[in-house]
């Protein structure tokens, strides 16, 4: 994905600065990495709806590719990370944004009136929005609770909208080596998603498909050192080995 601000230098170093604040590479490597979440899709005119956002660099980053608007949910900016609201108002005042609406709302419980949108992004949260650590398959009241979630999220879609969703699975080789300290070799981190509360993405396609949706696709990241072999690479088995996210 190219970066739509590329020719305006002091945005481009502005936004550069957030993307290395939150411990990613760079601006050019973070977009390169929008690419496995927004695929073909183009922001542009579009109106968003961004589940989880943390410091906020997802949603400002959407809003820079030409989104018409976005709103920004994060349950967690009171309390113990109320530190996000200054981070959020900062970062929309550096890069002179309007058009971005932080909310402290959960997700399952806010009113969104009547309001709708053609993308909602839910990046690293979708399983949180309800926690457990049933296999949601073998588990009614996890299924029943998930699929309520993803068909809200499809009421709140406009006819042809699409949801971009990315999570770890629940199963991978460096989340299963976290508790011994193990890092992955091509960031140096350790994997700090708890696997017995996220469901795997076979099981999110069939929630999915009952909530509503006409279709699901999914597809597996590659860290970046090895994006050229994603022909080779970029499948279930291979992804237990590697980011094990979806």
């Known amino acids: 994905m190219r970066l739509r601000i590329a020719t305006d230098p002091e945005r481009l170093a502005a936004f550069d600065a957030m993307v290395r604040d939150d411990r990613?590479?760079?601006?050019?490597?973070?977009?390169?990495?929008?690419?496995?979440l927004f695929g073909e899709i183009d922001l542009t005119g579009k109106r968003v709806l961004e589940i989880g956002s943390g410091g906020g660099l997802r949603s400002v980053f959407m809003a820079l590719q030409g989104a018409e608007s976005v709103v920004s949910l994060e349950p967690g900016l009171a309390g113990s990370r109320g530190h996000y609201t200054i981070v959020q108002r900062q970062r929309l005042q550096k890069l002179g944004l309007t058009n971005?609406?932080?909310?402290?709302?959960?997700?399952?419980?806010?009113?969104?009136?009547s309001r709708q949108f053609?993308?909602?992004?839910?990046?690293?949260s979708i399983n949180h929005l309800h926690e457990s650590t049933f296999h949601a398959l073998h588990h009614q009241e996890t299924y029943g609770r998930y699929l309520d979630i993803c068909r809200r999220m499809h009421h709140l879609l406009v006819p042809g909208g699409v949801a971009c969703i990315s999570d770890a699975c629940r199963y991978g080789l460096f989340s299963a080596l976290r508790r011994f300290g193990v890092r992955r070799p091509w960031t140096g981190k350790r994997v700090?998603?708890?696997?017995?509360?996220?469901q795997n993405p076979g099981v999110w396609r069939r929630i999915l498909l009952d909530a509503g949706f006409r279709s699901v696709d999914v597809s597996y990241p590659?860290?970046?050192?090895?994006?050229?072999l994603g022909g080779l690479l970029s499948n279930p088995l291979y992804n237990i080995f590697l980011t094990g996210y979806f």
């Open 24 to 36: 990613h590479h760079s601006a050019a490597r973070y977009a390169w990495a929008a690419d496995r």
């Open 222 to 228: 590659l860290p970046h050192r090895l994006r050229y």
């Open 118 to 124: 053609d993308v909602i992004v839910s990046e690293s």
């Open 100 to 113: 971005v609406e932080f909310l402290e709302a959960d997700f399952n419980v806010w009113d969104a009136g």
């Open 192 to 198: 700090s998603a708890f696997w017995r509360i996220h």
